[in-house]
């Protein structure tokens, strides 16, 4: 069994900076990937960003040069450094892990941490 504990979560004025953390634990063998979604009210969730075991990353369009995703491998722990926050970047985030845990692939989400950007 794995766990997800995300947090970071939380209120910011726009233009402003908020920093998510999301550690994993557990049964793991390898990770593929580890990235962050979002779910705005009567939205569906969307990619925010991934980072891939490898280093390489994507992130959505509206988010390139503001977020940067980052992953410590000794600790199962991706971050999401958001600047220049948005009021459209409000919305209730939420980590994914893509992982092997010695039988088979598996992907695992993390509680959703909400984030509240005010114009």
């Known amino acids: 069994q794995v766990q997800l504990v995300a947090s970071g979560g939380g209120l910011v004025q726009a233009g402003g900076s908020l920093r998510l953390s999301c550690a994993a634990s557990?049964?793991?063998?390898?990770?593929?990937?580890m990235g962050w979604y979002r779910q705005a009210p009567g939205k569906q969730r969307e990619l925010v960003a991934r980072i891939f075991s490898s280093g390489s990353t994507n992130y959505r369009d509206s988010v390139k040069g503001r977020f940067t995703i980052s992953r410590d491998n000794a600790k199962n722990t991706v971050y999401l450094q958001m600047n220049s926050l948005k009021p459209e970047d409000t919305a209730v985030y939420y980590c994914k892990v893509d992982l092997h845990d010695s039988s088979s692939w598996l992907a695992y989400w993390g509680q959703g941490t909400q984030v509240t950007v005010s114009s």
């Open positions: 557990g049964s793991i063998f390898s990770i593929n990937f």
